[in-house]
């Protein structure tokens, strides 16, 4: 079974500092990894995924993320973070060539101060 | 840009009693989902629908849940016997399922809040 531990349940920082979200997750098998944003009374929203090729992706709103497989990690950051961030983040992973089940973190409160 | 809609945003109801959520998956989507997020905890999968079938269930769903796509448009979650515990914000999503092995991006609606009392 896959897991998901995403390790700070709430991250405050100022506008315009950088910020990383971790993620780790537990696999026996090779997986795809995303991160989901959810806006206040808004759905989950896609941010980026990682299928395969450059472990360096890039998202919308800035975003990047790395997904490193000796770590099993996949942190998200930004370099310079806006107030309309502030917002819920969650780590998910689904099994290659398995079922399309999406396995979540508990989520990261990101809270962005002026 | 099309989007997951879901009705009611809030439910509330008595335990025994049956709800339904409803959703509206994006129109040319073919996979269907329902997920829970009870509060304070992970957001848990509870099923995935595929040509008119589920094509796979968590261990949370158990007989009192049902799905169904009753026409052309609509994806709805019954629960027949509602309990304490079924408390929780549901949410549900759709992908496009052309590409399958898990590799879809799902679209998420905002979610129905139930609390059962």
């Given at each position: 079974a896959q897991s998901v531990t995403q390790l700070d349940s709430q991250v405050p920082v100022f506008e315009e500092a950088p910020v990383e979200l971790r993620c780790n997750y537990s696999s026996s098998v090779s997986v795809y990894l995303f991160w989901y944003v959810q806006y206040p009374n808004q759905g989950l929203q896609l941010l980026l995924k990682y299928l395969?090729?450059?472990?360096l992706v890039k998202g919308i709103n800035g975003f990047e993320a790395e997904f490193n497989k000796s770590q099993t990690s996949f942190h998200l950051r930004k370099p310079s973070v806006h107030i309309s961030d502030t917002a819920e983040y969650f780590c998910a992973v689904t099994t290659q060539g398995g079922s399309e089940k999406l396995v979540f973190g508990k989520g990261t409160k990101l809270t962005v101060n002026p | 840009e099309p989007e997951v809609t879901q009705t009611p945003s809030h439910q509330v109801t008595q335990m025994g009693q049956e709800v339904i959520l409803r959703c509206v998956p994006?129109?040319?989507?073919l996979y269907f989902y329902w997920y829970r997020q009870i509060l304070g905890q992970k957001v848990e999968f509870l099923v995935s629908f595929y040509n008119n079938e589920i094509s796979e269930k968590s261990e949370?769903?158990?007989?009192q849940f049902s799905v169904e796509r009753p026409d052309g448009s609509n994806f709805t979650l019954k629960i027949r016997s509602t309990k304490l515990e079924d408390s929780a914000m549901y949410f549900c999503a759709s992908s496009?399922?052309?590409?399958?092995?898990?590799q879809e991006t799902q679209y998420f609606g905002p979610g129905t809040r139930l609390l059962v009392l």
């Open positions: 395969s090729g450059s472990t | 994006i129109s040319n989507h949370i769903f158990d007989d496009l399922g052309l590409a399958g092995g898990g």
